[in-house]
């Protein structure tokens, strides 16, 4: 069973810097695309950040040069580095592993809050 469990969220004040970590319970991490999504309230969840076995990015166009999405293979982590954070960015953030076509795990979730 794979496990994913996030942290590093809580409440910063725009134009603030944040990096959650998310870390899989889980054999052979360096095989799988490892992303992070959230969803905001009376939002459908979105697509932030995804890295792939090759250390590929791709982000969204909301985050695309404020935030950073990486891997450390030896720790089994995958991190999402925050900049210039806004209240438009407030969600929770949840980690993914994307074992196959079929087979998706999330972590728990972590709140953001960008706020003054």
């Known amino acids: 069973q794979v496990q994913l469990v996030e942290s590093g969220g809580g409440l910063i004040q725009p134009v603030g810097s944040l990096r959650l970590s998310c870390t899989a319970s889980?054999?052979?991490?360096?095989?799988?695309?490892m992303g992070w999504y959230r969803q905001a309230p009376g939002k459908q969840r979105e697509l932030v950040a995804v890295i792939n076995s090759g250390r590929n990015t791709d982000y969204a166009d909301s985050v695309k040069g404020r935030f950073t999405i990486s891997r450390d293979n030896v720790k089994n982590t995958v991190y999402l580095q925050m900049n210039s954070l806004k209240p438009e960015d407030t969600a929770v953030y949840y980690c993914?592993?994307?074992?196959?076509?079929?087979?998706?795990?999330w972590g728990q979730g972590t709140q953001v809050t960008v706020s003054s």
């Open positions: 889980v054999n052979i991490f360096r095989l799988y695309t």
């Open positions: 993914n592993l994307k074992m196959t076509t079929f087979e998706n795990f």
